[in-house]
């Protein structure tokens, strides 16, 4: 194990495939000469060459498209597209292309292709660099979309969607960057389309993924020790495939849930979680599942409007003890009819 | 709107021109609103030097081939046992046989949705490109893709693509995955003139230019997107001249002539090869509508009229006989064998099997994947189970 940022080992993995693997490639912008708008392809150009880091011009359908051909000829280009908001202008390549080539030609050609992208907010980067649409690409059949929140994670599912054969959106956070964690010198890929219990607890389930299963997991770490409560956190890491399994077994051991999502609350993540808890768990409830999500607006510059608009951990403390006020409230009256 | 309309290289039946867009004159404003004639080049004496009567029977077997299974497959449809669109290559026969003359069977081919002619001059059995319209488990997608998503890797047809322009960037990708393996392969990437238009065009010429791709972009010029004719789409109706804004080569040619189609086409795709893309515009004609079910109404009837004489079809079979390379009886015959071929493959098609529906799920991932959905839209998530009594009075 060494001590890394998510930075760094996002950085290392992609060396230590580069190495491994010929076919290995990166395409992007400003990600050879300028090293990276975030810096993590810092110092690759210079190890591999031009013909393994490819800067792009800003055409992110032209390079995103490239690269889905590139991967149907069997090479496994990772592209950087710079935040996940200029993933709008490939849209078309990821949706209709990327996602649909394998299933549409009946299995004859695979993309093994990997698309890094932060979502973020919190920068005062304002409305069209602050968004939170993975939503989008979680939608559609044929992509796998996965979300690490700590570095080794960020380590363990880079490896997986490098050397898995199908499109796969791998969404960093801005705010991820810098936090640091332990992670396994060895290769072990993280299998897509599991979530992980970050946590295990009983008096309720806190889900998340990305910056907001990093937040989750503080946050029950504080309520352990300033309340005594026993939060169980489930980290999503993928969000498609959804392990919906996980959740439901916890929410049946727990009996109440709040959802963590950076993205917008209608029709959000969270909307998919509540209706899977619905789903498969409905009856083991004591209480509503709650949504803690990004208020409903373009995302203002104003540092003040931008804090208040974005999810904090006092929001999720406030959503956690309003749910468990809700399950006492319920306990009360069954016990009550059933005394 | 007539004139505006109609290309105007079908009085042409050489090679046209060879102009270098890097030449080329900038637009005027004349020549976005009335297409221009292209010019009588001097090298015309070329295509007729170069008349093989082989080559040019050849020609004619697969354009009657072509024409003959797109009737076939429009008959099929309007009996509705094709379903989705269906957009027939009529009219585009001779552009056809001649770009895929100029392709080694290691080149790509990246088509869009009016592909039915390509499969087939790729090498794809028409029993196999029939059953895809039919959507059979024999066809060339096993019914998955239909008649605009047709795909065979062992014959290199990466792919009909139904999103105007999206074939563009994967193309270009194709292109670049030959570089970068240091192969000796073209990508050809074939589009119609409304394609020209939006932005994957410029990306993708710029990236290829750009990075010296193997790819030879070819617009179909039939002078109609859908029912809008370039004048009224393109600043720059001579879509061919877009190529200096990458600094690319490009020539326009008369598509109607399958010679000097397979005498630019060879020239795009050796520039290609050494790393010099190209963009291609072969005027071409479409004879009828948009796609099958479209009664073109917004044509008018004189220019439906002048349609005939611009038929490559009938033009070959007559230039045949007139030249002795062929009797009135041996075109005849060749017209019969391939009607029968086209006949043959609606019949393979009819008999090919439906697939299973337990096959719905098979193509969700290539590398499989936990909690991969394969629910049935009536089924639910989760079996309903009841809490335990026990606990809901704990």
């Known amino acids: 194990m060494t001590m890394k940022t998510y930075r760094q080992a996002l950085h290392d993995t992609l060396r230590a495939e580069m190495l491994r693997d010929e076919n290995v490639f990166l395409m992007g912008e400003e990600i050879g000469v300028f090293e990276g708008s975030y810096k993590i392809t810092a110092g690759l150009l210079a190890e591999f060459g031009e013909k393994r880091v490819k800067d792009t011009p800003i055409a992110e359908e032209g390079f995103t498209g490239a690269a889905i051909g590139a991967a149907m000829l069997g090479l496994r280009p990772v592209v950087e597209i710079m935040t996940i908001n200029f993933s709008l202008l490939a849209l078309d390549q990821i949706v209709n292309h990327a996602a649909k080539i394998y299933g549409m030609f009946g299995g004859q050609a695979k993309v093994p292709l990997v698309i890094r992208t932060p979502g973020g907010g919190g920068q005062q980067l304002g409305a069209t660099h602050s968004q939170n649409i993975e939503l989008y690409y979680a939608f559609v059949p044929g992509m796998k979309v996965v979300a690490p929140s700590t570095p080794a994670d960020a380590k363990a599912l880079l490896l997986a969607a490098i050397r898995d054969d199908d499109p796969v959106l791998f969404l960093e956070n801005l705010a991820l960057y810098n936090t640091k964690g332990e992670v396994p010198d060895e290769d072990r890929p993280a299998e897509i389309g599991r979530a992980k219990i970050a946590r295990e607890g009983h008096d309720l389930t806190l889900i998340g993924y990305s910056r907001m299963a990093y937040i989750a997991k503080n946050v029950a770490e504080t309520l352990a020790e300033s309340e005594g409560l026993d939060i169980e956190v489930i980290d999503l890491m993928s969000l498609r495939p959804l392990d919906r399994e996980t959740i439901i077994n916890s929410v049946k051991k727990t009996h109440a849930a709040v959802v963590l999502e950076d993205d917008w609350l209608t029709y959000g993540i969270g909307a998919e979680i509540a209706a899977t808890i619905s789903d498969g768990a409905f009856d083991y409830l004591d209480a509503p599942v709650r949504r803690v999500a990004m208020a409903e607006v373009p995302m203002p510059y104003s540092k003040v409007l931008e804090s208040a608009a974005m999810p904090t951990n006092d929001d999720v403390v406030s959503a956690i003890f309003q749910t468990l006020e809700a399950v006492g409230r319920r306990l009360k009256k069954v016990g009550q009819s059933h005394d | ?394």
């Not at chain 2, 690319?248 to 630019?264: F, H, K, N, S, T």
């Not at chain 2, 795709?269 to 109404?297: N, Q, T, Y």
């Open chain 2, 1 to 394: 709107m007539t004139d505006n309309a109609l290309p105007t290289a079908k009085t042409t039946t050489a090679k046209t021109t060879t102009a270098k867009t890097t030449t080329a004159k900038s637009t005027t404003k004349k020549a976005a609103t009335k297409r221009t004639p292209v010019k009588k080049a001097a090298t015309a004496k070329v295509a007729t030097a170069k008349v093989d009567g082989a080559q040019l029977v050849k020609f004619y077997r697969d354009m009657v081939l072509i024409r003959r299974f797109e009737e076939r497959a429009a008959r099929a449809y309007t009996e509705a046992l094709i379903g989705g669109y269906c957009h027939l290559n009529l009219g585009e026969e001779a552009a056809v046989v001649g770009l895929m003359g100029a392709l080694r069977d290691t080149d790509y081919l990246f088509t869009n949705y009016r592909e039915h002619g390509y499969a087939i001059m790729r090498g794809i059995d028409p029993n196999r490109t029939m059953a895809e319209l039919y959507g059979r488990v024999d066809g060339v997608s096993k019914g998955w893709g239909g008649s605009m998503h047709m795909f065979d890797m062992s014959h290199r047809l990466l792919g009909g693509y139904g999103i105007v322009g999206g074939q563009l960037p994967l193309a270009t990708g194709a292109a670049l995955a030959i570089q970068y393996r240091g192969l000796d392969e073209v990508v050809m990437c074939t589009m119609g003139d409304g394609t020209a238009n939006i932005g994957a065009f410029h990306e993708s010429l710029n990236i290829a230019a750009l990075w010296g791709l193997p790819v030879v972009f070819v617009v179909i010029n039939n002078g109609l997107g859908m029912g809008t004719t370039v004048a009224k789409a393109s600043a720059e109706p001579e879509i061919y001249k877009r190529a200096s804004a990458y600094a690319m080569a490009a020539e326009r040619v008369d598509g109607l002539d399958p010679l000097a189609v397979l005498d630019a086409a060879q020239r795009a795709v050796a520039s290609a090869r050494a790393g010099k893309p190209f963009l291609l515009e072969v005027l071409s004609e479409r004879l009828r509508g948009h796609s099958v079910v479209d009664p073109a109404k917004y044509r008018s009837a004189e220019e439906v009229a002048h349609l005939a004489q611009f038929d490559p079809v009938p033009n070959l079979a007559a230039r045949l006989v007139k030249e002795r390379i062929l009797t009135a009886a041996e075109v005849h015959k060749i017209d019969e064998e391939q009607a029968a071929r086209a006949d043959a493959a609606d019949a393979f098609a009819q008999a090919s099997a439906q697939p299973d529906v337990s096959t719905l799920f098979d193509y969700n991932y290539a590398t499989p994947v936990a909690n991969d959905s394969r629910r049935l839209p009536g089924e639910a998530l989760f079996a309903t189970v009841a809490r335990p009594t026990a606990e809901v009075t704990r």
